[in-house]
């Protein structure tokens, strides 16, 4: 693929020709070229200008705009347009329209609207993907192919359509062939909920208490999005089909956790994320306190956005992915929407590289004077006139940006499933799976260690020298034999929560961490969550480390079967039991306690001879090849081993 061979970090634009009079495209080409871009992304939202009314298209305007893309030597990404079905086939079919958690239908007005497991939608999007690749499939000027918009996003993953109930019904029947089976796995039993025929199984919505069978919710999270993948399966099918010389993609959305993103990558040439680190902070990252999310408003936290940059990273199994869109002022859907600080924007650029992005794409190039997105910047304002990150990536040269390999020694185990059963019984107000995974994260981030962030299953091709399984919940058989196989030969840490739930979202029989009994030697004695004024005191149990630590929001107390206690738990409930244990090169973490993990990890560290830094807050390593980025992003200078590093800027060592 052309992708591959480009030497360096390219840089592009999401582009709207259909937003602006056609007298502006080569102003606008040129001054992208100028700029030193390499891509623009265009089409996404497109499809009724393409086809205006059923079966009738008008390609002139397409046409014309990519051939001035061409003639300013700028290649094109077309997006499929599919995130947007137009009005008038909204009328002939409102049966495709999706149905939220309140069976309201989604009306038409905005975006995302439509329900993924509608056939007739299916065969609209097949129709209009294949006349658009039938156009352009082989064109010159088009590098590659984006497949709809951030499928998923804005709560649209799952549709509670009669739809969609009959496709859960039939999706359950192949899964489990009998009711028996099914009211086994879900715990039907339990509140009479047992089912004698297929017909009386629905989506998991509007149940009269306050929550549905967990194991329920589970199963139709995984039909739900088996239905995502399969839809967009359709289009990669028919593009790949059309277009065979062109890369397809995908730009998933900031922490998108509705649908296996490792299944929906599979038959994608390379990942593509969006990336918005203001609005993560402000909007995504539920569990940061207000003084953080002042202190990085205007750059965002330097560790959820390279989390975000490893998890793409990682779903095709630590391969270069892009940056489809990156801010680059201010947005317009966080609760603030602040002007990013100077230098943000060459800051993120850097920093996308420096975790694995071959490109990295702006959004957008001329604000918007119409419609939702009026309030949101692009690098250009609504008069044309070039804002302040137009200036920024005037400035940046990437070709001190190499596309070289990065070498994490330090894996983090990630896994869509275990996300999905554990939120729906967080059990304490301020815990999730991400604020958990977060936090171990962040801790092996502050001690300037890059991270791969792979799936369980992906530890068959293990080179690491530590993983670290933060909140893997639910373990499957599968999963439970590659863990043990790893543990053989690596050092491993588990948090809370760990192997607590089955397959099918049950607790096993035998109890936690049967799945993996032997491996980690110990058994569950009880789990206190904790409210926020609460804390839980640990002490180390040999006294060689002579600190305390406090534990916030969980704690997990173990009884030792083969495994010995590293640190127990010194007041309250589970006074003298065990907090963290080891039996061989497992380690299991029941407490979240800031210091301790990052204690743990650094022991870890020490014994695999792994270096470690001790970054002061808003400054962050990253490593690509032999290159070391060190970026600040705090408002101030800061010294780091000799370098002056300005405030939000980075240095390459
Ligand atoms: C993204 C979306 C874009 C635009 C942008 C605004 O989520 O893909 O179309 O809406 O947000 O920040």
Excluded at 202 to 219: E, F, G
């Amino acid at each position: 693929m052309n992708h591959a061979s480009l030497p360096c970090l390219t840089l592009g634009v999401c582009d709207y020709p259909e937003h602006v009079e056609a007298t502006q495209w080569q102003i606008h080409a040129q001054q992208q070229k100028a700029l030193g871009l390499a891509f623009v992304r265009i089409g996404e939202f497109s499809w009724q200008k393409i086809e205006p009314q059923s079966g009738k298209f008008d390609w002139q305007w397409l046409d014309d705009a990519i051939d001035i893309y061409q003639q300013a030597g700028l290649k094109v990404v077309l997006g499929t347009p599919t995130a947007t079905p137009p009005a008038w086939l909204v009328e002939s079919y409102p049966e495709i329209l999706a149905v939220d958690e309140n069976n309201q239908v989604k009306k038409f007005g905005s975006r995302r609207h439509y329900d993924h497991a509608s056939p007739i939608y299916r065969k609209e999007c097949q129709r209009i993907v294949t006349a658009m690749a039938t156009r352009y499939g082989k064109h010159p000027s088009v590098a590659g192919w984006q497949t709809d918009n951030e499928l998923g996003h804005e709560g649209t993953a799952q549709s509670y359509s009669a739809t969609s109930v009959i496709g859960f019904q039939q999706w359950l029947e192949n899964k489990y062939s009998s009711l028996d089976a099914l009211n086994a796995s879900w715990g039907t039993v339990f509140w009479s909920q047992t089912y004698s025929s297929w017909s009386q199984i629905s989506s998991p919505n509007l149940t009269a208490v306050r929550q549905a069978n967990p194991s329920q919710v589970l199963d139709f999270k995984r039909y739900c999005s088996d239905m995502i993948i399969d839809f967009q399966q359709l289009q990669i099918d028919i593009i790949r089909a059309l277009s065979p010389e062109r890369f397809i993609t995908h730009n998933f959305v900031i922490f998108a956790s509705e649908f296996d993103l490792y299944k929906a990558s599979k038959n994608l040439d390379f990942v593509a994320w969006d990336s918005y680190p203001i609005g993560m902070l402000e909007y995504f990252a539920t569990w940061e306190s207000e003084e953080i999310k002042t202190r990085y408003a205007r750059t965002g936290h330097p560790d959820l956005v390279s989390l975000n940059h490893d998890i793409y990273r990682g779903l095709k199994g630590g391969t270069d992915f892009w940056v489809m869109e990156q801010q680059c002022g201010h947005a317009n859907w966080a609760q603030y929407n602040p002007l990013p600080a100077d230098g943000a924007v060459k800051l993120w650029t850097a920093q996308a590289w420096a975790h694995g992005a071959q490109s990295v794409i702006y959004f957008r190039w001329r604000a918007s004077h119409m419609a939702q997105e009026i309030m949101h910047s692009g690098l250009r304002q609504q008069d044309g006139r070039a804002d302040r990150g137009h200036k920024e990536v005037s400035e940046l040269s990437t070709q001190m940006y190499p596309l070289v390999p990065i070498k994490a020694k330090i894996a983090i185990l990630h896994d869509y499933e275990s996300m999905w059963i554990y939120d729906q019984q967080p059990h304490n107000l301020k815990l999730s799976y991400w604020a958990q995974f977060y936090q171990f994260y962040s801790i092996v981030r502050r001690l300037g260690l890059d991270v791969d962030i792979i799936h369980p299953l992906d530890l068959t091709k293990n080179t690491y020298s530590l993983v670290i399984a933060p909140a893997l919940t639910l373990v499957s058989d599968e999963v439970a034999k590659v863990l043990k196989a790893t543990a053989k030969t690596t050092k491993m840490m588990f948090g809370p929560r760990t192997a607590f739930r089955t397959e099918s979202g049950l607790v096993p029989k035998d109890g936690q961490f049967s799945a993996i009994a032997e491996m980690v030697g110990i058994k569950l004695a009880n789990f206190d969550s904790l409210r926020p004024t609460l804390t839980q005191e640990i002490v180390p149990f040999d006294k060689v480390d002579e600190n305390q630590y406090q534990a916030k929001l969980w704690c997990e107390s173990y009884e030792l079967i083969t495994a010995k206690a590293l640190y127990h738990y010194s007041e309250g409930p589970m006074s003298g039991k065990a907090a963290v244990t080891e039996l061989d090169k497992v380690m299991v973490v029941g407490a979240l306690s800031q210091q301790l993990i990052s204690t743990l990890v650094k022991q870890c560290c020490v014994e695999l001879e792994i270096t470690t830094e001790e970054l002061a807050e808003g400054v962050r390593l990253s490593h690509r090849g032999d290159h070391c980025l060190v970026q600040n992003f705090n408002q101030h200078t800061v010294e780091f081993v000799g370098h002056s590093i300005p405030a939000v800027s980075s240095i390459i060592k």
